[in-house]
């Protein structure tokens, strides 16, 4: 193995894609592709842009929700990557971005009523987060904000979820995965950790064998 010392000029080493839907100050619904999202506990950190229209909802308006779309949609996330919701767009946007307040219907996506917080779920994403923005602050170079989002409340399809259990089902839920600017979905198993709690047929012989 060789390696090359290089300076790329983005870090999307591949992390999950998400849509998140905040409320506009006149009441309508931003829906905002991004792809900086960690999970600790019931916390998910968000890192977005700070002169986004989520940015801005999301300083005034914590409650949002964080929508994971599967693979199949990436289309319908890439319709509205080009858009926002800020206007006047912002300058050092304005050469690849325009203005759209109806990203939903730009998405080709379907609002529907969340049950705790205002901002609407993406119907067609098998996994919802509920959450609230307990904490939002800039990053070290005042590019971006970082928001701790407490979730409270999860949904999901029932298709992904374990039958009788609160688990998803890691071999039946992939994610859309954003690759350094390419979209990508998981490829098959390769084994499993040993703190999962769901093991397959092959894990759960193991532990009987224990």
């Not at 905040?22 to 900086?36: C, E, G, K």
């Not at 490829?187 to 193991?206: K, N, V």
Request: aromatic share 8%; net charge negative; glycine share 8%.
């Amino acid at each position: 193995m060789t390696h090359l010392t290089i300076e790329p000029s983005i870090l999307y080493i591949g992390t999950p894609v998400a849509l998140l839907s905040t409320v506009n100050d006149d009441d309508t619904f931003n829906l905002a592709p991004m792809s900086s999202a960690w999970s600790l506990g019931d916390v998910v950190v968000l890192g977005v842009g700070a002169s986004g229209q989520t940015a801005a909802n999301l300083q005034e308006r914590p409650e949002l929700v964080i929508n994971f779309p599967s693979p199949e949609q990436w289309q319908a996330v890439e319709r509205i990557a080009g858009l926002t919701g800020r206007n006047p767009v912002p300058e050092h946007k304005r050469a690849r971005f325009r203005f759209e307040r109806e990203k939903f219907a730009a998405a080709g996506l379907t609002p529907i009523e969340s049950e705790l917080v205002g901002p609407p779920r993406v119907a067609e994403c098998p996994l919802q987060f509920e959450a609230s923005a307990a904490d939002v602050q800039f990053d070290a170079d005042g590019n971006f904000l970082i928001i701790q989002a407490k979730v409270l409340r999860v949904h999901a399809d029932r298709r992904i979820v374990v039958p009788g259990t609160s688990y998803v089902d890691p071999g039946a839920w992939s994610p859309l995965i954003y690759n350094f600017r390419h979209y990508f979905g998981l490829a098959g198993e390769l084994g499993e950790s040993f703190r999962t709690e769901t093991p397959r047929a092959a894990g759960a012989d193991r532990l009987l064998r224990r």
